[in-house]
């Protein structure tokens, strides 16, 4: 169901990969509220992926662009701003990449140079985004920015890794640029924290099928879905939520504030009974 | 402007008394995006507020209720069903009050009997209010709980009293509750965290001028005002926000991420510069 | 070991009732670094408890009191001021008490009266343990008073029930008092969030046991203990924290900063191969 | 006043400058309760410095290291082992610097080598302590590792710019590492957020004379000294404070938790009625 709530105005959404993306629901969602936009992403991405199918879908133009390149950046906002004529009114930010989850770096045997890349494509390169967008003036008064988050961000979890620390400054650059961008030009800039999703990029994290069924079964309404995540984010890009900024949003279901569920405990209680039963202790 | 994202949504709304309540403009805003209501407040309310007004314009019913009454509350659940022939979808509780507050009581100095009063309307009121909901099954799935709170609830501040209390535990509450009607039912339960806000409850605060100024220069977007709440209020109720639960959502225009802006610290710095220059030391 | 810590300190420790309890713990180790205290609870846990052994071994002072009777509580300041010739500097409260909990009433069918006791006990009690010793001038500057809460406050916990809203407004009253009492009398006020505790309240609680394994397992140090509890009051009772105050601070071997262990993963995962393997869908 | 609270222990002290230095501070108490360490800093900071003071006050060696090099850690590491005989119990991490900062870059217009090194040198550098402590086996079980952060990785600060995403992220690794290091080795890692504070890198903040009369009127108790969190530092560093792990720690003399205080509102409105008075609006 679609409401017109993004009913003409423009933007640029980061990170569409295949139909699995958040960025690619996001899109879909947003085309269908009104929105225009350019898609974004690394030439890379673009021939692994399937980003055409959805420029196609969402009648939308592709501006290739590696989010650490500033030039690349540069390129990007003023190509944007020529395609439409003028200043756009929302972004999503939905880049991460850790190469020691990839190579199976243990967060106790990180990579600096790997750790180096985790920090610059998915945090500096929300920083650039906001900089090279505020130099050039891009985003018109009362425009939006989201970035997508996790809760690794507040609370460690086994085998996120790296990316954990790429998220917590990824939500310390939205408060501090969300003050400064907030002061001088009414842009807000927030996070969502999203539940865990199977992402291309999230299926590869290991033991994801688990922690998945935990956090399912944790949060009372259960894990969100990259679908709902995109209406959430069509909220967060209208003009009913001016006045939020600097906030990391749970879009979790509720996960973020349970200690402890009846179900998790239970299906938990289950094994430790076993265990207990085949102890002799 | 008006998107229809309530159509076909039926709801309860606590606590409109007049035109500078951010009740009141919940249901103006509920109403122009299709949503039935029915008004609740106080007998007393009723006679010096201008309920009726707001009801005429809304084309909604009124149904008085104590909402400290659990009688009261039976009533209005089962009025509120009969009236729309079926199960609510959404419920505004507004609602809170603190004698000590206006019976000029210091924080330490209060009287126990006007705390348990701010406690029972203020805080457990909203646990009435779900609980006989609950009991009656008469919240739809995946409907929306919203009740207003204060930044009060974690950060102290001179002069807002036991009603920080009643807030961090309205807050609990909206967690806890949240957890289990999320679980069972399907609904979810958030408070929203608003900036100080110039109603007939806000205006009696001492000292609100200096706070105001001061919360508007440290917010970047400034004070969100009654209207902006509305206006977030009805992307929670919507059908858009479906994973989000038990979450405080600040509406502040950042002020609860910040530290320290510079507009606030130079309107600071000026009086701090004038004492040190009139001082001899 | 010992460390003439709290040497010449004198103070009140609240809720001591049998070795089980940390306040027990707490007194022990208080008096091993060199303080002497007044030890209350009320008549009844007098009768079941085995508090005149603890004074005996701390060569304490009884003096009963409920914790909910302004008059006890003026009467044990009073006391207590006359028996050390002077202010105290150090306050323990460790008081909490559910009906609901204990007579199985579920947080959606909480009985109202019941919940007006678990706020009074777990909560307003402290409230006017500080307001009776504030206008007692009971407390020398740059004393210390601490109360012990659960992570339940921040995230909800399946059984947890109303007692979750009384940790959350008891923290909420170390802030705004903590506040007030700072700013007149150099007063620290803070809440220490122990790990779950096999105290003869928690074993009560229902469910404990797998629950106390998963936290176990969950926290990277293990749950914390009553003693090491006690330890840690100690250093905060000392000079050494003079600065920390309106803070509430974990104690759990690191729980509520984890979202997943991989100890508790591992045990989650067995029984969730199990069910899969054992179900046909 | 001293308690032989760390008799017997060694461990590392990083940052120390001058007299100003917190890390000095720290040196200084824990010399007093009986630590033995080695002191360590940059060559240049050696040059500029007067460590050699300090190290001879507190009978300790010197070691230089720059904490952005692996090899100058590992040699640290080693080095510190062969002069103790054995493994060390604590490690004070108090480093940071930002370029940025110091070349007038304000925040929308970073230079991004500069914000690089500022993560390098304030946040990296403290998990290449810690990665490298971890493979030598470096640190004792129950040992304690404390690391300095600031308010700023909650709350965006005027001027803090990009040192508010490196203490974000320091706070991160903080939890990150506790988890591992404390599952593995039973070791705490905590960070303490301090007050800001006039050492010779808080002193060439701009404006942070009218910022500190701020935090020293919104804390109840005041500003936090650096010897008052020398003192805390001793309490995490004790065996008094074992479960305390991954978390950030308030030291600021309530500042974290306040709204606003009533000494802070009154200096404020006193500039804000001269403003009125003087305004023809």
Same mark, same amino acid.
């Given at each position: 169901m679609a409401y017109n709530l993004l009913k003409g105005k423009k933007g640029i959404i980061f990170g569409a990969l295949n139909e699995m993306s958040i960025a690619w629901k996001v899109a879909e969602r947003a085309h269908e509220e009104g929105a225009e936009f350019v898609l974004t992403n690394t030439p890379v991405s673009l021939r692994?992926?399937?980003?055409?199918?959805?420029?196609?879908?969402?009648?939308s133009l592709i501006i290739t662009a590696d989010a650490t390149n500033e030039k690349d950046l540069e390129n990007l906002i003023t190509e944007t701003i020529a395609h439409f004529?003028? $200043?756009? %009114?929302? #972004?999503l930010h939905s880049v991460a990449m850790s190469l020691n989850v990839r190579k199976d770096r243990l967060y106790d045997n990180l990579n600096y140079d790997y750790l180096k890349k985790t920090?610059?494509?998915?945090?500096?390169s929300f920083h650039k985004?906001?900089?090279?967008?505020? $130099?050039? %003036?891009? #985003?018109?008064?009362?425009?939006?920015?989201?970035a997508l988050s996790y809760v690794a961000a507040q609370r460690s979890l086994y085998?996120?890794?790296?990316?954990a620390d790429a998220k917590a400054m990824l939500e310390s650059i939205a408060r501090s640029f969300g003050y400064i961008y907030g002061r001088d030009k009414k842009i807000r800039i927030n996070?969502?924290?999203?539940?865990?999703t199977l992402t291309t990029a999230g299926?590869?994290?290991k033991g994801i099928d688990g922690l998945l069924d935990f956090t399912n079964r944790m949060s009372p309404l259960g894990n969100a879905t990259a679908d709902e995540c995109a209406d959430y984010c069509v909220t967060l890009f209208s003009d009913l939520t001016r006045k939020v900024t600097m906030q990391n949003l749970f879009h979790d279901g509720?996960?973020?504030?349970?200690?402890?569920?009846?179900?998790?405990?239970?299906?938990?209680?289950?094994?430790?009974?076993?265990?207990?039963?085949?102890?002799?202790?």
């Open positions: 692994f992926g399937e980003l055409q199918k959805l420029a196609d879908k969402t009648n004529g003028g $200043k756009i %009114d929302f #972004i920090l610059d494509i998915s945090a500096i985004v906001l900089q090279i967008a505020r $130099k050039a %003036d891009a #985003i018109r008064e009362w425009g939006s920015v989201v085998g996120y890794n790296d990316m996070t969502i924290s999203q539940s865990p299926s590869g994290v509720g996960f973020s504030n349970m200690g402890m569920s009846r179900r998790a405990m239970t299906m938990y209680n289950k094994s430790l009974k076993d265990c207990q039963e085949n102890s002799e202790e």
